[in-house]
T-cell receptor, first 114, second 115 residues
């Protein structure tokens, strides 16, 4: 299996621009997670889906952030408008409901907002 | 809410020696899971080892083993025969028993293996 795939790997944008991060989970996995990693706050869960349905979005920082999962093999995390404090590494992870509870992480997207 | 504490921001060890990374957690749950993830400079998060709280036996994966002390809420990671490739950030993480999939991470320990 190719593992969790994220794109782009790096993104540099200017404040106020819309940013869209993409994730393809491991085929057959039921859960999909979006995490953000910063020096100040460490790794934080933003939102997660079960069978394409958002279950817990309490970690989404504010209305500028939105996430969707239109089908089992694709999810997006959108920031509109972006701000410099959104600069971070964003990870997508997936896991299997009936298997071990382990979450498998993608390589991350490093976002820099100027 | 659950919290995970890693009290050692940085550690170093000589190649081939053994090192132990500490992790404590706070929870009122009786059934849960604990994980150690490794994050090398590439930033990829890699699962090292996992432990189910209902299992008394400590998990082992090759050179990696844990010392799980449920009563003390302690979950340390021991790396034997350290290798240069073990240089990375190590994160301890907690998850409640199935029904809540949230992983709660500690702040991490930066481990450097010196030649």
């Amino acid at each position: 299996d190719a593992g969790v795939i994220q794109s782009p790997r790096h993104e540099v944008t200017e404040m106020g621009q819309e940013v869209t991060l993409r994730c393809k989970p491991i085929s057959g996995h039921d859960y999909l997670f979006w995490y953000r990693q910063t020096m100040m706050r460490g790794l934080e869960l933003l939102i997660y889906f079960n069978n394409n349905v958002p279950i817990d979005d309490s970690g989404m920082p504010e209305d500028r952030f939105s996430a969707k999962m239109p089908n089992a093999s694709f999810s997006t995390l959108k920031i509109q408008p972006s701000e410099p404090r959104d600069s971070a590494v964003y990870f997508c992870a997936s896991s299997l409901a009936r298997g071990p509870e382990t979450q498998y992480f993608g390589p991350g997207t490093r976002l820099l907002v100027l | 809410a659950q919290t995970v504490t890693q009290s050692q921001p940085e550690m170093s060890v000589q190649e081939a020696e053994t090192v132990t990374l500490s992790c404590t957690y706070d929870t009122s749950e009786n059934n849960y899971y604990l994980f150690w993830y490794k994050q090398p400079p590439s930033r990829q998060m890699i699962l090292v080892i996992r432990q189910e709280a209902y299992k008394q036996q400590n998990a082992t994966e090759n050179r990696f083993s844990v010392n799980f002390q449920k009563a003390a809420k302690s979950f340390s990671l021991k790396i034997s025969d350290s290798q240069l490739g073990d240089t990375a950030m190590y994160f301890c993480a907690f998850m409640k028993q199935r029904g809540s999939e949230k992983l709660v991470f500690g702040k991490g320990t930066k481990l450097t293996v010196n030649p």
